[in-house]
């Protein structure tokens, strides 16, 4: 057993793409089943629905958040506290948007749903999405950037996923009745226009 574990601890250590996909294929899961725990609606747990989680989160999502931080770190160098508050917010502008259009069209593919609908799904939650997402991911990114090692950064981001994949799932099994006045009216007139 200690051969395993100093295997797979050299293995995390030589390529650090591994060790955010493990934490991923546990954190992703786990959080859509906190998210699943916490929903009134539900009598039982929709393990497909966590297994697509766990598969879209390690497969998709932690190679993607990798490659954005090896690239962020090249495009910023440097790890003051002012440089830190710059990845972070260049993240919001350059990366949110697409980890979250990744997620949404991602998740909604998997269940197996057209394409139309997972566009439209994107169309509806991407904004209420992104509108959170700059008041939570610029604190955890200007930690991350200005406090830890870049080999660890992955795991970092990983940990703060865990709430952050509460949320998206959260947000991917709100239905249109409960999103905001502002963006439902706006749904219900394309919706209309689109039966015409």
């Excluded at 008041?135 to 795991?155: M, S």
């Amino acid at each position: 057993m200690a051969t395993i574990l100093k295997t797979l601890k050299k293995v995390g250590q030589q390529y650090p793409i591994v060790r955010g996909m493990a934490t991923y294929s546990v954190l992703w899961p786990t959080s859509n089943l906190v998210q699943q725990s916490m929903d009134k609606t539900r009598d039982k747990y929709d393990i497909m629905e966590t297994l697509r989680y766990l598969v879209l989160g390690t497969f998709v999502t932690a190679p993607t958040v990798h490659v954005w931080v090896k690239l962020a770190s090249k495009i910023i160098k440097g790890n003051t506290l002012k440089h830190a508050v710059l990845k972070a917010g260049l993240e919001q502008v350059l990366f949110a948007p697409v980890g979250q259009t990744q997620f949404y069209l991602g998740i909604t593919l998997l269940e197996g749903r057209p394409w139309n609908e997972c566009v439209q799904e994107w169309k509806q939650k991407l904004i209420p999405t992104w509108k959170v997402a700059v008041c939570f991911w610029p604190v955890v990114q200007t930690f991350n950037f200005a406090y830890v090692a870049e080999k660890n950064r992955v795991v970092v981001v990983s940990v703060a996923s865990f709430m952050w994949t509460i949320f998206l799932s959260y947000m991917h099994h709100m239905q249109q009745d409960s999103l905001p006045g502002f963006l439902h009216k706006k749904i219900s007139r394309e919706q209309t226009n689109h039966e015409e």
